[in-house]
């Protein structure tokens, strides 16, 4: 009961800043997606990233007790970090694993820069994993 209603305040703190023809979406347990159109300025992407980090500071009251929430938020945009919904879900998500490899409570934007350093983070997994079947 109490994971959903932490879902359920995330949902309420994330729709309270989106417009009316945003989209938001529970994706897994705890992970939201927001799919804002028409935004093309980088400044104004970066500057509503920080207002949602800001939603997030204040804490939860549940059962008495006041726990903190944390947002982690990777960003992908359309067209720059790719021009098919599958391919912006995929780098929003590297962008969000950099975020919380990066200490979490923070936002990372998809960049070629990110891409690069994401393959070969999974090229080495990739020829770590051939090492250990071939020398066990």
């Not at 023809?21 to 400044?43: H, M, N, Q, T």
């Not at 509503?48 to 939860?60: C, D, M, T």
């Amino acid at each position: 009961k109490s994971k959903y209603i932490m879902s359920k305040e995330v949902a309420e703190r994330l729709k309270s800043h989106v417009r009316k023809e945003d989209i938001i979406a529970r994706i897994g347990e705890d992970e939201f997606a927001i799919l804002i159109e028409d935004v093309y300025d980088l400044s104004q992407v970066n500057a509503s990233a920080q207002k949602l980090l800001g939603l997030f500071y204040k804490p939860v009251e549940l059962g008495g007790k006041k726990l903190n929430l944390g947002l982690s938020a990777g960003i992908a945009m359309f067209p720059f970090s790719g021009d098919k919904a599958a391919d912006l879900l995929e780098r929003a998500a590297d962008a969000l694993y950099h975020a919380k490899e990066n200490g979490g409570n923070r936002f990372r934007f998809f960049t070629e820069e990110l891409n690069r350093l994401m393959n070969w983070v999974s090229w080495m997994s990739l020829s770590l994993c051939l090492l250990r079947q071939r020398w066990g």
